[in-house]
């Protein structure tokens, strides 16, 4: 079976990988979509191969597909189920494993990562735990799926976190896939959504995506045109999705008194001034990493009983042979969804 490589120095490759059978309580996934994400950059750009033990590893950790095998022992599956597959796994036995936050387990050498720590989904087909399967909607695309499978439902999570609903201005800092999916529905949600970024296409697809107002944030003053848009008073809640220290800050200082904050972009630092920034305007600071199996399934089922046009933010399809190329434009900052299609 084909499969993609990760090199290193931003080199991907399709390559063979032996034929799968499944294992006790696992099924074997014919691959539908498989989505590219940001945070496999790390994996991707690094100055080593993706291997695990010595063992190359397929990445792809937004995996959407068809249940072609069984294992022994599976349970509440079968073959021809459509399924998104949650790229965490766990004891499954501690309190977060049986609540579905697998990816909090507290057995650390159970701790497992579907693209890093096992294979992922860039393959044509994968192995995958029965715990880690949730239905993918009959009305719902794979490639949609494979969207949900990560960037989607972490801002969905975020906004349950925050929430949101008809009597917020939202403003979502960054129109990266996950911010474009916060702006989708937190409009269904019945907000209305400030899009905050610097790059004038992102901005386009956000308002697109249903964005009641953009904000060019190149001259470094989103508060200042938030608070203009609001009233003087500033949004009631913000997601930032960029994961940079400038737009943290520009997040909390956009938002208003007795607001809500949600952080979701990864990596980095930042510095606050707690005392004018946070306790004299009595924000209330969330953080909000991903989603559980439940949360996942809710996502999917929300996105198929809103008919939440999830599709229109993809804007790269390719083959699994095509793979290096999509990664190579991915990588320069292109903007929208990239999945991996199968017919």
């Not at 474009?180 to 697109?208: H, N, P, S, W, Y």
């Not at 400038?246 to 949600?262: D, K, M, N």
């Not at 949360?295 to 699994?320: D, H, K, M, Q």
Request: glycine residues 12%.
């Amino acid at each position: 079976m084909r499969g993609v490589a990760f090199h290193g120095n931003s080199v991907a490759e399709v390559i063979d990988f032996p034929d799968l059978d499944p294992g006790p309580e696992q099924v074997l996934v014919k691959l539908r979509s498989s989505g590219l994400c940001g945070s496999d950059f790390s994996r991707y750009r690094a100055n080593s191969p993706n291997e695990h033990n010595g063992q190359l590893m397929r990445p792809g950790h937004e995996p959407c597909g068809e249940i072609v095998a069984l294992g022994p022992n599976v349970k509440g599956l079968q073959v021809g189920d459509r399924i998104i597959q949650h790229h965490y796994e766990g004891c499954r036995e501690c309190d977060y494993c049986l609540t579905g936050w697998q990816q909090l387990c507290e057995v650390t050498d159970k701790k497992l990562y579907y693209g890093g720590s096992m294979h992922g989904g860039h393959g044509d087909y994968m192995l995958a735990h029965q715990s880690t399967c949730v239905t993918l909607p009959d009305d719902v695309e794979y490639e949609v799926g494979a969207y949900l499978a990560c960037g989607a439902s972490t801002a969905f999570q975020a906004l349950k976190k925050l929430e949101v609903s008809g009597l917020d201005t939202l403003a979502v800092f960054g129109s990266g896939p996950v911010g474009l999916a916060a702006t989708m529905f937190a409009t269904e949600m019945g907000a209305r959504v400030i899009a905050v970024d610097i790059a004038k296409k992102r901005l386009k697809m956000a308002a697109d995506s249903g964005a009641w107002a953009t904000v060019d944030a190149s001259n470094n003053d989103a508060p200042e045109q938030i608070r203009e848009l609001t009233q003087g008073h500033g949004a009631d809640a913000t997601l930032e999705a960029a994961g940079l220290a400038a737009t943290r800050v520009a997040a909390v200082e956009s938002t208003r008194i007795f607001g809500r904050t949600c952080l979701v972009g990864e990596g980095g630092e930042v510095t606050y001034q707690p005392t004018p920034h946070i306790i004299h305007r009595h924000l209330t600071m969330l953080g909000s990493w991903t989603f559980s199996t439940f949360g996942l399934a809710e996502a999917a089922r929300f996105t198929a009983e809103r008919n939440v046009p999830l599709g229109s933010v993809i804007t790269s399809r390719s083959t699994i042979e095509e793979a290096p190329k999509a990664y190579e434009e991915f990588s320069s900052g292109a903007p929208g969804k990239f999945v991996i299609n199968w017919e």
